[in-house]
C-alpha cells in the first residue's frame, strides 16, 4: 500500500505545479513519482468538478460504509455459527415465524 502523504503536502504540491512549474521537476524536488503528482492533479479536477468522477469526499464515505458492511457481515456470521451450535434449542425472538 502506498505511503499515505499529510493533505497539505499534496496541496503544495498541487499549488507549485497551477503556479506553473512542470510536473516532472515538482516531483523531482519533492520525493514522490511523475505518477503520483499526476494523479493528484486529476483527482483535483475530480474535485472541483472539473472532471467526472468520485470525489475525495464520496470516496472516504465509500470507504467508511464498505468498512461497516463487513462489521456487520462478519457480526451475522458470528451469529450464524452460534445458531447452528445451539441449534432448534435457541430461543427464538417475539414473532418470529421461523
Same mark, same amino acid.
Given at each position: 500500500m502506498p505511503r499515505p502523504y499529510p493533505a497539505e503536502f499534496r496541496r503544495r504540491a498541487l499549488a507549485l505545479v497551477a503556479?506553473? +512549474?512542470s510536473v516532472s521537476k515538482t516531483a523531482a524536488d519533492l520525493g514522490i513519482t511523475d505518477a503520483t503528482l499526476y494523479n493528484w492533479i486529476k483527482q483535483d479536477r475530480i474535485d +472541483?468538478? #472539473?472532471?467526472?468522477?468520485?470525489?475525495?469526499?464520496?470516496?472516504r464515505e465509500?470507504?467508511?460504509?464498505?468498512?461497516r %458492511? +463487513? #462489521?456487520?457481515?462478519?457480526?451475522? #456470521? %458470528?451469529l450464524r455459527r452460534a445458531h447452528q451450535m445451539l441449534?432448534?434449542?435457541?430461543? +427464538?425472538?417475539k414473532g418470529s415465524t421461523r
Open positions: 503556479a506553473g +512549474r +472541483r468538478g #472539473e472532471l467526472p468522477g468520485r470525489t475525495t469526499a464520496e470516496s465509500l470507504h467508511k460504509a464498505n468498512r %458492511i +463487513r #462489521e456487520l457481515e462478519s457480526e451475522v #456470521e %458470528i441449534g432448534s434449542e435457541a430461543v +427464538r425472538p
